[in-house]
């Protein structure tokens, strides 16, 4: 054989057109002719294998596109398929020498990837085995085409490494000499030294820590201070006008309860407290004060003329808190008695329930026994009616075989009279085509002849110059650059007065403030409650003691012992939870498990009846 023999085959498959026969276009190629008789048998055996075969051949090769050779040219498809036929049909019977033929082509890299890919044993068993079965017979594939390969797949992996020598220059590694242990050269450890006790560590003394306090002196002599901020100054005043409203709070309200606390960490920066009061709230006291004021001064105008003192209706307010709270705590007692009620008939009612659920449990078990057979008879319905349809498509099988060898014959002699028809369509396409080509030639030719002409579009541009348009205070872009400038200093002018301003303001307005809570501190100082007053605790103590010897909570603690005898009483079967609850689920679960393979078998047979329906349709329309 000859070695452009590779280069012939591939060209034949390139150029054939699928409106025509193979035979047809033998006969229209002058050199076919011209080849020995092995060389036309060689060539005819791999055109007509690879024109019958092309839909499991274009498994393959579709395959190799949209996996690994997505990189690849369309116009290698006819070498992909060559070399798929190749090694799926004609090496089972004339062995692997044949295989040879391809060193001829030039670029060995390409089949190297390809058979690389196709000689993949995971990609042979698992999807090409299923697309192959979607065309031909499960078993067809498996004994005709997959077997065959897999008993030549170390041969052709033989085949590949020779091929990746040849195109990558592999050599073989040289074998490195083993190491041999040596023994180490260790110097003998010296004797340990007796080491002499380390000295104790002594405690370190601490300083004591001054005490850093701020009056409100400092306080006025920070704000007069240009140096600190004004965001400093605020934080700094607000805090301690905060903590001395609220120590004085704390003094006139309550008494000091004695508790322990662990001393604040001292920062030296910042010894205040954090923020507590708003000048909203500043302002708020003042004005309570200042009402206080007023109501004291009427209270000793009231006294000078000789009225009564309001010790009488103090009295009158504490028994009326006494009475309120006595009706909360009967409640609060009256809810914790009806809970423990209802916990009693919760009991009695669990009872009924496990009754129920047993009767529950026996019903679901009737209800699988007959799930199961009804099950069974169907299976055996199904079966038959598989038997039936097989036996139909087997015997239509063999009508369209004796069909398709009729319709073979007729399509030759149709092809031979298209063949003249479509010579005579070629030729006057050809004339038609060649004309077209010469007007776009000129065409093009006039448009670059016309772009090559140089043209200055470029304008340059004078700042200090107007556009002359005829407005109205017409400005060049230098003196709009100017006077946008100016008026950017006007507006920051403006703007720093404006922040001066609100500046004064505010410190105007914390020394005010600073004047309001020295007289609030004033005061709350000079006067205080020294008489106490009865707690809010004190007298929820002395309502709920009255309470306990109500008549109505006496009554209900009754009926809750009566529900505790009637309890004893009734002999109902303690059911441990968690074990009812197991066997219910088995249950359920067992039904469910029945549900899902009589689904699954339904599926089954409707996917059976419609690939049986489409196989019979098939050969009904072929018939």
Not at 199 to 208: D, G, N, R
Not at 346 to 370: D, F, M, P, T, Y
Not at 485 to 501: G, P, S, V
């Amino acid at each position: 054989m000859s070695s452009d023999i590779v280069s012939i085959c591939l060209g034949l498959l390139d150029k054939y057109d699928t409106k025509f026969s193979p035979e047809a276009y033998l006969q229209r190629i002058e050199n076919f002719q011209s080849f020995g008789e092995l060389e036309k048998r060689f060539v005819l055996e791999i055109f007509y294998g690879c024109y019958d075969r092309k839909s499991i051949l274009d498994i393959v090769v579709n395959g190799y596109y949209s996996k690994d050779g997505k990189n690849c040219l369309q116009s290698d498809r006819s070498l992909y398929t060559f070399v798929a036929y190749m090694i799926l049909y004609h090496i089972k019977y004339y062995g692997i020498e044949y295989l040879y033929i391809l060193s001829s082509y030039p670029n060995q890299e390409k089949i190297f990837k390809f058979l690389k890919y196709f000689l993949n044993e995971k990609n042979l068993i698992t999807w090409l085995s299923d697309a192959w079965s979607t065309l031909l017979d499960k078993t067809f594939v498996e004994e005709n085409l997959l077997n065959p390969l897999l008993k030549l797949l170390p041969d052709l992996n033989l085949f590949l490494k020779e091929l990746e020598e040849g195109i990558y220059q592999v050599k073989p590694r040289p074998k490195q000499a083993p190491t041999q242990p040596r023994p180490f050269n260790i110097t003998q450890p010296k004797p340990r030294k007796v080491l002499l006790p380390e000295p104790l560590p002594e405690k370190e003394v601490f300083k004591p820590l001054k005490h850093v306090t701020k009056s409100a002196n400092s306080i006025a002599s920070l704000v007069k201070n240009p140096n600190v901020t004004y965001e400093k100054k605020s934080r700094i005043v607000k805090r301690t006008v905060s903590k001395s409203a609220n120590d004085r709070y704390q003094d006139h309200f309550e008494e000091p309860v004695p508790q322990f606390k662990a001393k604040p960490f001292l920062n030296k920066q910042n010894n205040l407290e954090p923020i507590k009061l708003n000048t909203a709230a500043v302002l708020k006291d003042e004005h309570l004060i200042k009402k206080q004021i007023d109501e004291m001064m009427k209270k000793f105008s009231y006294l000078e003329m000789g009225q009564g003192s309001p010790n009488e209706f103090l009295k009158w307010q504490t028994e009326m808190r006494l009475n309120d709270l006595k009706v909360e705590q009967e409640k609060i007692e009256m809810k914790k008695l009806l809970s423990k009620l209802t916990h009693e008939e919760a009991i009695l009612a669990k009872a009924n329930l496990v009754e129920n659920k047993k009767a529950q449990v026996k019903q679901i078990q009737h209800e699988n026994s007959l799930l199961k057979k009804e099950k069974e008879e169907k299976e055996k319905i199904e079966n038959e009616k598989v038997k039936n349809i097989v036996s139909t498509i087997l015997q239509d099988e063999k009508k369209v075989k004796q069909i398709k060898e009729q319709v073979v014959e007729n399509k030759k002699l149709i092809a031979q009279q298209v063949i003249k028809e479509s010579e005579k369509y070629e030729a006057e396409a050809y004339k038609r085509v060649e004309e077209e080509m010469r007007k776009k030639i000129e065409l093009i030719q006039q448009i670059k002849a016309a772009e090559s002409i140089p043209i200055n579009r470029t304008k340059q541009v004078d700042l200090t110059q107007t556009q002359g348009y005829g407005f109205l205070n017409e400005m060049s872009i230098a003196e709009l650059t100017e006077r946008l400038q100016l008026a950017k200093q006007e507006n920051e002018e403006y703007y720093q007065k404006k922040h001066d301003e609100i500046i004064k303001i505010k410190i105007d307005k914390e020394e005010n403030l600073i004047e309001k809570l020295n007289f609030i501190n004033k005061y709350r100082n000079e006067i205080g409650n020294n008489e106490k007053k009865e707690t809010f605790e004190d007298l929820k103590t002395k309502a709920k003691e009255e309470v306990k010897n109500s008549d109505s909570l006496a009554k209900l603690k009754k009926k809750i012992e009566e529900k505790r005898v009637e309890r004893s009483k009734v002999d109902f079967i303690t059911v441990n939870k968690k074990e009812s609850k197991k066997q219910i689920n088995i249950y359920a679960n067992q039904r469910k498990a029945l549900e899902k393979e009589r689904f699954k078998e339904l599926e089954k047979t409707h996917e059976r009846y419609r690939f049986l329906n489409l196989e019979s349709a098939r050969l009904t329309n072929i018939v």
